[in-house]
């Protein structure tokens, strides 16, 4: 079962195929600290935590960085307006995120700050400006020349010049209205950094192409974010990367989550409609609000209503105590040498389900799909398997709910690794996976090695025309 993305760039589905398998890098743009996070930016973080789960379940090692802009305009407005230091608006407001992630179990490998990496910014600015695609104005900022790279628009599919025009404040200084800031020159109270081109600070966008690449390499896997960051946020990151490493695609995968609604409208600052995400699990727990904020398809809008949310919270509960019965159950349980007919079609249920929710998850990772199969699932428990007495049904439901939980992290207290494989058995079990991946993509020397280097250790595989299986030489 292959992995299909649809990428930003193109806007088509593509195979899923990392530059290095099974190692994926993975970039998504952070927040920027000057007020409390909200579920708009809890959907793209507890998003991309479950692609990156998922990944995991079928194999795949993620590195998933994602950095926070701890210097930007709306931090010092904030501070100006609240009276008090920048770097205490950003402390403030960057716990409150942290707490967040936390809450929706989040996983980040690496948070990288701004303000940490200015020597590593300004050298990648003049690498910019040696290879042409940058210039000093006279005030000292520099402007990366959009001009310089044809292939401006095409993330966004902004192909008109007119839509390119940015910072409309610093036109009088560029060369074209549509240029954009690496570099900003010092203003009187701002903080700022020294330079080559004078004291300043860093521009939006050049930040994120230095960190990614400072930790993920000159060519990134995936790279995510909202899709309010597409055009001009993502464009621009596109452009000066692929200058500056001469590289084409520097990303291979751009993907974005849709807009968080509030009855059917956008949420925004304008609208006064923002919801705060320590608000939302006031009122509605953790565990339910993850499930809610991955109840959709990445790309299509997601609304905060009542109703979705009292059916995440009624699946969430579900979902704990299936996994409450059954682990119980298990314990004083013995295991099953035979299956009567009844039991062999509840089995073969489980499987159908178990394997139409990775189909959905492997199709763009359609999140709506697969949490459909997941209602299913606590459906055929309380219809089929509370009744059953067999110990395989029993046993194979809680591999379900452990493979459920990869992703949806609402059981961890509860469940664990299935307990007849041990862990032993389960990295087995994803070996096997792994080198099914590579025999359908026709990769046999690796195939063989990961073979021939088993039966050393003494398990033999068996391949099979739809599967492989693995039983320990000797026995």
Wanted: with cysteine; net charge neutral.
């Amino acid at each position: 079962m292959f992995i299909r993305v649809r990428n930003t760039l193109g806007r088509r589905l593509e195979l899923f195929e990392p530059v290095k398998p099974p190692f994926v890098s993975m970039y998504v743009c952070g927040p920027t600290p000057y007020d409390y996070t909200h579920i708009g930016h809890a959907r793209t973080f507890a998003v991309f935590d479950a692609i990156k789960r998922y990944l995991g379940l079928r194999g795949f090692s993620v590195y998933h960085v994602q950095n926070i802009t701890d210097i930007d305009d709306k931090i010092i407005n904030r501070a100006r307006e609240e009276g008090r230091g920048w770097e205490e608006v950003v402390e403030e407001y960057t716990r409150d995120y942290m707490q967040m992630l936390e809450a929706l179990k989040v996983r980040i490998d690496l948070h990288p700050r701004v303000t940490a990496h200015i020597r590593d910014i300004i050298e990648f600015i003049q690498g910019l400006i040696d290879k042409g695609y940058a210039y000093v104005a006279e005030s000292g900022s520099v402007y990366f020349d959009v001009d310089k790279f044809p292939d401006y628009g095409r993330l966004s599919g902004n192909l008109s010049r007119e839509a390119w025009r940015q910072e409309e404040e610093f036109l009088r200084e560029k060369r074209s209205p549509y240029d954009f800031a690496l570099w900003k020159a010092a203003k009187p109270g701002e903080p700022s950094w020294d330079s080559p081109w004078g004291r300043g600070r860093p521009g939006w966008h050049i930040e994120c192409s230095v960190m990614s690449s400072r930790y993920l390499g000159s060519g990134i896997d995936i790279h995510g974010g909202g899709v309010d960051l597409v055009f001009p946020h993502h464009e621009n990151e596109r452009a000066q990367s692929e200058s500056y490493f001469n590289t084409r695609p520097w990303v291979k995968y751009w993907l974005h989550t849709s807009y968080l609604t509030i009855g059917g409208e956008k949420m925004s600052k304008s609208l006064g409609n923002i919801i705060p995400f320590k608000d939302a699990q006031s009122r509605w727990g953790s565990g339910p609000l993850r499930l809610w904020l991955l109840s959709a398809h990445y790309r299509s809008n997601l609304d905060y209503n009542e109703q979705g949310l009292e059916q995440s919270l009624r699946l969430y509960e579900r979902l704990r105590d299936i996994a409450s019965r059954v682990t119980r159950r298990l314990e004083r349980g013995e295991p099953t040498h035979y299956l009567d007919s009844r039991g062999l079609e509840v089995l073969r249920s489980l499987k159908a389900i178990q394997s139409s929710w990775h189909e959905a998850l492997s199709d763009d990772f359609n999140l709506g799909l697969a949490m459909r199969w997941v209602w299913e699932f606590t459906n055929t428990y309380y219809r089929d398997v509370e009744a059953s007495e067999s110990h395989s049904v029993l046993l194979y439901t809680y591999r379900v709910l452990y493979e459920l939980n990869r992703v949806y992290a609402v059981i961890d207290d509860i469940i664990e690794a299935p307990k007849a494989l041990g862990i032993e058995g389960d990295l087995l079990e994803l070996i096997v996976q792994v080198r099914s991946e590579l025999r359908a993509r026709r990769m046999y020397d690796l195939s063989d090695a990961i073979r021939d280097r088993l039966s050393k250790l003494g398990i033999k595989l068996v391949d099979y025309k739809d599967r492989t299986e693995w039983v320990r030489e000797g026995r």
